[in-house]
């Protein structure tokens, strides 16, 4: 304890703050990956279906779709914190804190994840895709025993990713009044010269991701046979 | 009096449209196929055999005629119904297309996922299936830990799942050893027999389709241009494509090539099925008591539908009339014989 306090000063006298600061960057991590999740799957096999000479072809829904997730990820992030304001505030009641940052956040990375599952997915041999269909198993069936299944180790592999970058999304979100590590790390590290906060900061940000990595890559493990 | 077939195409073609030219890949192709079956397709590499073998559970919708299975023409089938309807013509694959993270078990019961049994019967049915096929004992195995021949098996268990009236295979033992090949249509064959699955062997090896069909159309550039009995397609092909895949053609121009001629020497091929009283000797009979010159050159044999079938090249010295004669012998014993250019003269 003493070891801490001698190196990480500033940490230990902003016990609490530094503690919460945690928490809101798990939560924000945690409630966006969940929401940002379901938008990717859905708009990434939405994207891979409707692609031409596939399942459910369909040049209109997959140009639209196509058309939106590029827009969306050509938008700095940055800049999207600040255009969202409007429409955050519609959702969540108000444009500032850690629960208003949700709202960009799932904005800013679900086109990012949309497209590394449409990636994941069209990775799926078309043969099984075939074989499935001439089975009579309906469009339903394929996604979910076909292409998700099949799928699901490359999955894994592109959530680890995305999971990665929203972390980093999150920091930046802290500039803005959201809170966690990334916020800290400005108002206290940066702005009030107390390092240690900033470096103390960065470690729980890697250790965060080395573990994302370690339990992604321990599913991939097991999901290969 | 003829059954109705339990698959037949009337006038179908499918037509892709690219950016640059449009492909037609089946081109107004007929045919029926009787219950019972071995109907072997046979084509060079993008013929349109697989685009066809997809039509004919509309996988590939034609772009027009009709393909009536049961009596029923799918073309009037909702999408419902449709599913319904494939899930009677089960469907292999050059590269089996298993399920990887699924165990051979369950890449066998995934046919019937609404099938309405028990997952304990599920899993009888895939273990009875399995014993037909001789794998009994790899259900718990995953397809990356089985040999070809082995996923071949697993595919067609699989196949067979919703008991299906008709099993299409397209290029099934393409990518196997010829041992393993001759396995794999061991059981086809076995399928055929005991349990009257009406199949569709597509491949683009004569060897494969000899010994398994009755009857076979040649593809050619999304044409028919060749359809009847296996036997008849040896005995009198039609196209020079055919003489190439029959195996004949191939040889027997080397040999005609590498001919030394007499003078007034004229080469005849004659094919004949193999009987008592269709042989070689017979031939040679026929042409002796003409008094004519002749001389065999070259004889090849071919064992299909349990039948053997020679091939016989013969020179024969003579005038025109005295050619004329023998040709005319020969039709009169309906023996199917063909007049070939080529060798090199004195
Ligand atoms: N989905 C498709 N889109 C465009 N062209 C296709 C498609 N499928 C097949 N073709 C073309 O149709 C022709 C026949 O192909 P295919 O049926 O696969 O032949 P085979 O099975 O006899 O090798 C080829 O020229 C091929 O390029
Ligand atoms: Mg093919």
Redesign the pocket.
């Given at each position: 304890m003493s070891l801490i306090s001698k190196f990480f000063p500033n940490v230990v006298a902003n016990q609490d703050q530094f503690v919460q600061a945690i928490g809101q960057t798990l939560y924000m991590t945690a409630i966006s990956i969940i929401i940002a999740g379901i938008f990717g799957v859905v708009f990434g096999v939405i994207l891979v279906v409707t692609e031409p000479?596939q399942l459910l072809e369909n040049k209109f829904v997959y140009q639209i779709v196509d058309k939106i997730i590029n827009i969306f990820r050509a938008i700095p992030f940055i800049i999207l914190l600040a255009l969202l304001t409007p429409v955050t505030r519609a959702i969540i009641g108000t444009s500032i804190g850690t629960t208003a940052a949700i709202v960009p956040l799932v904005l800013g990375c679900s086109p990012f994840y949309a497209r590394q599952i449409q990636n994941a997915l069209a990775e799926v041999d078309p043969g099984m895709v075939e074989a499935s269909q001439a089975m009579g198993l309906t469009p339903l069936d394929i996604i979910i025993h076909v292409y998700l299944k099949e799928g699901l180790s490359e999955i894994v592999r592109v959530s680890i990713v995305t999971i990665i970058s929203l972390i980093s999304l999150t920091a930046m979100a802290g500039a803005v009044g959201a809170g966690g590590l990334g916020d800290i790390a400005i108002t206290l590290g940066y702005n009030q010269f107390e390092n240690d906060v900033t470096i103390a900061a960065t470690a729980i940000i890697l250790i965060m991701v080395l573990l994302i990595q370690l339990i992604g890559d321990f599913f991939i493990r097991r999901l290969e046979h | 009096m003829v059954e109705d077939p339990i698959i037949s195409l009337k006038n179908v073609s499918v037509t892709?449209c690219?950016n640059e030219k449009n492909?037609t890949?089946v081109d107004h192709v007929s045919f029926d196929i009787q219950k019972g079956d071995v109907f072997g397709i046979i084509?060079?590499?993008?013929?349109?055999?697989?685009?066809?073998a997809r039509t004919i559970n509309f996988l590939q919708r034609p772009t027009q005629g009709q393909i009536i299975v049961n009596g029923q023409s799918l073309i009037d089938l909702s999408a419902a119904q449709l599913r319904n309807s494939r899930k009677k013509i089960g469907m292999i694959f050059q590269h089996f297309n298993l399920m990887n993270t699924r165990t051979v078990e369950e890449n066998i019961t995934l046919p019937l996922l609404h099938s309405g049994l028990s997952k304990v019967a599920q899993r009888e049915k895939a273990e009875r299936l399995l014993k037909l096929v001789g794998l009994a004992n790899k259900k718990m195995s995953y397809p990356r830990q089985l040999s070809g021949g082995q996923k071949q098996r697993v595919a067609i268990a699989r196949s067979l799942a919703n008991d299906p009236e008709i099993l299409i295979s397209?290029?099934a033992t393409s990518a196997l050893d010829p041992k393993t090949t001759e396995d794999i249509l061991t059981i086809l064959k076995k399928l055929n027999t005991e349990l009257h699955l009406t199949i569709i062997m597509?491949s683009?090896e004569m060897e494969v389709i000899k010994s398994t069909c009755n009857k076979v159309v040649v593809?050619n550039q999304?044409k028919v241009v060749e359809n009847g009995s296996i036997l008849d397609l040896f005995l009198h092909p039609k196209e020079v494509l055919t003489q190439t895949f029959i195996g004949f053609g191939h040889q027997n121009n080397d040999v005609i090539q590498s001919l030394d001629l007499r003078p007034k020497e004229t080469v005849i091929e004659v094919t004949f099925i193999n009987s008592p009283n269709e042989d070689q000797a017979k031939i040679v009979e026929i042409i002796a008591v003409l008094g004519v010159p002749m001389r065999i050159f070259y004889s090849n044999s071919q064992f299909i539908q349990q039948r053997v079938i020679t091939n016989l090249i013969l020179g024969i010295q003579g005038n025109k009339e005295q050619v004329a004669k023998v040709l005319r012998q020969l039709k009169s014993h309906r023996y199917n014989y063909q007049l070939t250019g080529g060798g090199r003269s004195y």
């Open positions: 000479n | 892709f690219g492909v890949a084509g060079y590499s993008g013929a349109g055999k697989s685009t066809l397209d290029e597509i683009h593809l999304g």
